[in-house]
Structure formats: structure tokens, C-alpha cells
């Protein structure tokens, strides 16, 4: 089954540790995308990858960092530099730049202590 | 002002009703979706249109593109409906999201 995988589920960290959070799919596409979601508000882009070895801050990209090394895979590490870690992390991907329908993983529920 | 724009932001129904949310946005657009986000976080694409009326199963997606504005209407609601709708447009290259609309159906 095609798809967008993400792990843990759920992830506790102490202040201060780096974290990275796993994105695989195997849809075959081009681009890949970080979003963060909070209580109340709308899902807001971190980073996202249009194409291997390539990627591009989103609105919120201060505190993380991606890579794109293949295709399927675009992990990404929340810093100690993020100030408020805490959040659910989504992660999604597209045909490419030019495909509009976004396909989301089950997310990953990151707190921090 | 937020581009995109859902009401109601909170929605009780009993089980059986219509239900309709809707979505205004400001800005020009490729594309709009509506998301559904279960309890749990997943998030499931239900539609993706940039014209006209779209319809599976209970569901139905309408865009005015004239007037900006879109709306999610669920037919014979049921509780496994429960959730949060989610309306997102495409422009360029990124999507922006709405904050969503959190439904619950009564049994």
C-alpha cells in the first residue's frame, strides 16, 4: 500500500536535546512538506522540498532544519533552538510543485519538558 | 485578518441532520481542499476542486470562485462524522489552511 509514514507517534524529549522526526513515503513523489499544528490555529508550513537535495523555509522554519538526501525520506530535527517544541508535527507530500492534492501522514505528537 | 476563514469554528449536531461549514478566503487560488483530522491527528484529503460541485458519498464540496467562498456539506450526519474540517487553498506554491471547524454528532 502507497503511503506517508511518520514515527514515533508520540515523543518525548527534556529541554535542550535535539529531536529529528522521521517522514518516509512511497508514493513516488516530488515534494515533501513539514507543517506544525497548534490548538487553534491553522497548520503552518516549516520547510518543504520540491525536489532531492533541495528544500525551502516555510513561514516557521526558525528552530528546525531538514534534509532531502532521497527521495522518500525528509526527517526533520526540531533544535534546542525552537522555543516552543511542543506541537504536533505533519508531514506531506505531492506529486509535484505543480500537483495541488497534499497527502498527510498520521503526524507525530512531540512534547517537550 | 486570516486568508482563509471557516465557520462555524464549533458545530453540535444530532445524528441525521445537514450539516453545511463554509470557507472564505481573500487571496487568488489554484485549488481548495477540505481535510478531515480524526481524534488522533490523521489527516484524510476529501476533496481537492477549483470549480463547481463535487460530491462522494455523504459528502458534497461546492467553490464560488467569483465570490471566494466554499462549503462542506455532509448529508445524513452521522457520529462517526465527528471531527475536525479543515479548509485549505492552494496558491504558488504553498498551501494555507484555515483553522477548522470542529464537528461533533450526537448518537
Known amino acids: 500500500d502507497g503511503g506517508i509514514t511518520q514515527s514515533p507517534k508520540y515523543l518525548f524529549r527534556k529541554e535542550g536535546q535535539n529531536v529529528t522526526l522521521s517522514c518516509e513515503q512511497n508514493?513516488?513523489?516530488?515534494?515533501m512538506y513539514w507543517y506544525r499544528q497548534d490548538p487553534g490555529q491553522g497548520l503552518r508550513l516549516i520547510y518543504y522540498?520540491?525536489?532531492?537535495?533541495?528544500?525551502q523555509k516555510g513561514d516557521i522554519a526558525e528552530g528546525y532544519s531538514v534534509s532531502r538526501e532521497k527521495k522518500e525520506s525528509f526527517p526533520l530535527t526540531v533544535t534546542s533552538a525552537q522555543k516552543n517544541p511542543t506541537a504536533f508535527y505533519l508531514c506531506?507530500?505531492?506529486?509535484?510543485?505543480?500537483?495541488?492534492?497534499?497527502?498527510f501522514g498520521p503526524g507525530t505528537r512531540l512534547t517537550v519538558t | 485578518k486570516n486568508e482563509v476563514e471557516q465557520s462555524p469554528q464549533n458545530l453540535t449536531a444530532q445524528e441525521g441532520e445537514f450539516i453545511t461549514i463554509n470557507c472564505s478566503y481573500s487571496?487568488?487560488?489554484?485549488?481548495l481542499h477540505w481535510l478531515q483530522q480524526h481524534p488522533g491527528g490523521g489527516i484524510v484529503s476529501l476533496f481537492m476542486?477549483?470549480?463547481g460541485k463535487k460530491k462522494h458519498g455523504r459528502l458534497i464540496a461546492t467553490i464560488n470562485i467569483q465570490e471566494k467562498h466554499s462549503s462542506l456539506h455532509i448529508t445524513a450526519s452521522h457520529p462517526r462524522d465527528s471531527a475536525v474540517y479543515i479548509c485549505a487553498v492552494a496558491r504558488d506554491d504553498k498551501i494555507i489552511f484555515g483553522k477548522g471547524t470542529r464537528l461533533h454528532i450526537l448518537p
Open positions: 522540498s520540491q525536489i532531492v537535495n533541495d528544500f
Open positions: 506531506a507530500s505531492s506529486a509535484g510543485p505543480d500537483s495541488y492534492e497534499q497527502y
Open positions: 487571496v487568488g487560488i489554484s485549488a
Open positions: 476542486l477549483s470549480s
Open positions: 508514493l513516488n513523489h516530488d515534494a
